[in-house]
Nanobody, 121 residues
Framework: QVQLVESGGGLVQPGGSLRLSCAAS????????MAWYRQPPGKLRELVAT???????NYADSVKGRFTISRDNAKNTVYLQMNSLKPEDTAVYYC???????????????WGQGTQVTVSS
């Protein structure tokens, strides 16, 4: 089995910064794409940023220039550095990974449990 565990959420004032981490563990052979999604209160889950195994990145327009996604393949970990945070960034943030388990041929989708980020004065 594969688990994704997020950390780093919390309460921050507008203009502040937070760094989210998500570590994958378990019966892992290869991790392909990783990503961060978020679900604001009363809204649908939306894509924030993606990163390939080769570290090609893509961002939602709303976070470009403020957020940076990165990964450490040796640690099976993905990060999201969030700067210049705004109240509209308030959401539950979820990490995602496409993982091939040891002994398996296909990649499956895995999600973290979510971590709350609140931007408020």
């Amino acid at each position: 089995q594969v688990q994704l565990v997020e950390s780093g959420g919390g309460l921050v004032q507008p203009g502040g910064s937070l760094r989210l981490s998500c570590a994958a563990s378990g019966n892992i052979s290869t991790i392909n794409n990783m990503a961060w999604y978020r679900q604001p209160p009363g809204k649908l889950r939306e894509l924030v940023a993606t990163i390939t195994r080769g570290r090609t990145t893509n961002y939602a327009d709303s976070v470009k220039g403020r957020f940076t996604i990165s990964r450490d393949n040796a640690k099976n970990t993905v990060y999201l550095q969030m700067n210049s945070l705004k109240p509209e960034d308030t959401a539950v943030y979820y990490c995602y990974a496409s993982v091939r388990a040891i002994g398996r041929l296909v990649f499956l989708d895995y999600w973290g449990q979510g971590t709350q980020v609140t931007v408020s004065s």
